[in-house]
């Protein structure tokens, strides 16, 4: 297709930057179900299957084509698939040409809707791999990670090229489609984990709801990433895998009396990432819109109706298409700690504090501030960091009520513990999240009591700064506090910090509190 093409039709696709190709056709030579015999075409197929590549009960079909820069975000393959397939096997590549310094090249991700089709939010959806696989299968009783087992039904299905970034030499791409014939199988009934755990009662509860297993870019499977959960003393974690829920039903064993399994999803979206933090179990959610397009707030109200937090992750990140472009309104949270804390953390954790300025100035409601470790595989931490949750037990409605109070702190272990509030002078009390309402030259003191922090500095910050700083002893443990007033500070937050490994920047942060409200009466 050429470039011009190409654009005219992209802009006609409209505000999803979608391009639909000729359909791919298998009906001049279909085998009869469970026939053999009748495979046309060569190629090579993936997944498990009977028989040889394009060899008895199988057909093959190669699609190859070029995308010039100015392609649309998303391009639909058809595929018109016959009755009597039992699976169906995708294979693709796209070359790779060398750029100049400074420019991006091609990156290409791929995935598949069945005959229900392609349309946003729609039923169609079977699985999304990005750009960490260059073949799936999928059929009734098994798929490959990412993808969604079920049945193959006839009708007008769509694998989904993704070209993410293109080079300025164009990109193409080559995809081979196997179709197998037979009975279908049998699709397992999923098992999906508890909503609760047995848990503590009224409790501050460690989780990390920011993790990548083998059902989408990571290398860990589900029983790898819990047992490192527990290891890092976590109470709960959420699998967020991109773009897809294969992995909801992957967890089955693994969950128990120490360890709630929440469900969910990280859409990744041309313009940033949400974290979808406890949905409903086997709910998708779809990441095909850019800002421009207005239709975010349609999808956080999706996240939601299925039970989940909309956090924003790692709103600066430096990878393409990582930075948060849809505003904070939607938000019920935000990710201002994401892995090992580093220099786009420090900016994000900037502009939350200028959101906790803008409340109390009575300019919209706070948004909590939560930390996840984002891990993938070697040697990314599960739990570095993990956010701690006063919930009034183990459950998923529990830690999300825990999270929109935003009495949470965040930690970049388990070794670290603390405990944060602000006293009046007549024994009024607010612990994290919570408001103080009092005279506004009223005298008020904070106290942070920490442990596991050795080498560690402790600073209070309000709206005018960070104000009040002390090292910790050797030991790592120790009890600071500070008087100030509501007139003085609107909010207190604490913060412990390593020494500063680069002149002029403060310290890689080891936990941080959410802020103290102070409210002036009279």
Partial sequence: MERREVLRLSALA???????????????????????????????????????????????????????????DFVYIPVEVPPGVREIA?????????????????????????????????????????????????????????????????????????????????????????????????TPRPVHPPERARGRGRAWYRGDSHLHSVHSDGRRTPAEIAALARAAGLDFLTTTEHNTTSAHRAWEGLWGDDLLILTGEEITT??????????????FIDWRYRARDNAFGTYARAIRRAGGLVIPAHPHAT????????????????????????????????????????????????????????AHRDPDVVGLPQTVVLADDLSRRALQDGIRAGRVWIAESSKIDLSFSVTGERGEHAGIGERLALPGASGVTA????SGAPGCTVSFVTDQGRLHSAALPASGADTVTWRTT???????????????????????????TNPVFLDRTG
């Fill in 14 to 72: 409209g505000a999803t930057g979608a391009l639909t190709l000729g359909r791919v056709s298998f009906a001049d030579a279909t085998p009869a179900a469970g026939a053999p015999g009748g495979g046309t075409g060569g190629g090579q197929g993936s997944g498990p299957g009977d028989g040889a590549n394009g060899g008895p009960g199988e057909q093959t079909r190669r699609v190859t084509g070029h995308l010039p820069i100015g392609a649309p």
């Fill in 90 to 186: 995708v294979s693709y590549s796209y070359d790779r040409p060398t750029v100049p310094e400074g420019t991006v090249g091609n990156a290409c991700d791929i995935g598949i809707f069945d005959e229900r089709g392609t349309d946003l939010g729609g039923a169609g959806f079977r699985g999304w791999s990005g750009g960490a696989r260059s073949e799936f299968f999928l059929r009734a009783d098994d798929a490959t990670p990412g993808y969604l087992p079920g049945p193959v039904n006839e009708g007008l299905w769509h694998i989904a090229l993704g070209p993410y970034t293109v080079a300025p030499q164009g990109l193409s791409y080559d995809v081979t489609i196997t179709l197998r014939y037979g009975p279908q199988g049998r």
């Fill in 270 to 283: 041309r313009n940033g990432h949400v974290v979808a933090m406890g949905t409903d179990p086997g709910v």
């Fill in 319 to 374: 990878c393409i298409g990582c930075n948060w472009k849809f505003g904070l309104d939607e938000a019920d949270a935000v990710e201002v700690w994401n892995g090992p804390y580093g220099p786009d953390d420090e900016v994000t954790l900037a502009e939350w504090d200028n959101t906790l300025v803008a409340h109390a100035r009575g300019r919209g409601d706070w948004l909590p501030a939560v930390g996840h470790s984002d």
């Fill in 447 to 450: 106290r942070l009591k920490v």
């Fill in 486 to 512: 509501p007139d003085h500070a609107a909010y207190i937050r604490a913060e412990v910090r390593h020494p500063a490994t680069t002149p002029g920047l403060p310290g890689p942060m080891a936990a941080l």
